[in-house]
């Protein structure tokens, strides 16, 4: 249709050529044609240009992936503290005064002291990735830091520390409290 408007030998019949060789020049409708031409090709150049800025700061996909991965770190933020309270139970397990002999109550309470130190220092490495992210939530990366094994979290709930069980909703601000406990407001 754009070819044969352009070219007047293939014009169907009372449809006018946008150019027309033939017809004498008049000055005035030509002015009038390019101008109606630039502001048209003004006007889609700007609602191009306006769609592209659109897509480039709402990313719709990268408002999902956020909204993905902000749903791992909560679940991992919920892991953390599940998986902090089945090793501090199974280090004061064992911590029964009545069950051990005396010559090995010592070893045993450092046993259960290593037990405890590697399990606070484990939950703080992890609760500091939920915390402070080393990676944009809306970048592919995020998802492989917050990132829970289907067996580790099958272990959890198989020992009772499953979702159902720990009716916790880990926040931000607990974690706060958990890792920085001198940091609490006596007043609050």
Do not use: W
């Amino acid at each position: 249709m754009l070819v044969a408007t352009l070219q007047p030998g293939f014009v169907t019949e009372g449809v006018p050529p946008l150019l027309d060789c033939r017809a004498p020049l008049n000055p005035r409708r030509y002015d009038e044609e390019y101008l109606l031409f630039v502001l048209a090709l003004s006007i889609s150049t700007q609602m191009l240009l306006m769609l592209y800025v659109g897509f480039a700061v709402l990313q719709p996909s990268s408002l999902r992936r956020r909204q993905m991965n902000e749903g791992h770190r909560r679940t991992f933020a919920n892991f953390i503290f599940r998986r902090m309270l089945r090793q501090l139970d199974e280090a004061f397990c064992g911590q029964d005064s009545c069950s051990i002999p005396r010559e090995e109550r010592l070893d045993s309470c450092l046993r259960s002291n290593e037990k405890v130190s590697l399990a606070i220092q484990l939950f703080r490495r992890d609760a500091l990735k939920v915390l402070q992210p080393g990676q944009d939530l809306s970048s592919d990366l995020a998802s492989d830091v917050y990132y829970v094994l289907d067996e580790e979290e099958q272990e959890l709930d198989f020992n009772g520390y499953g979702c159902s069980q720990t009716k916790v909703e880990v926040t931000e601000d607990l974690l706060m409290h958990l890792l920085y406990p001198e940091r609490i407001d006596p007043e609050a």
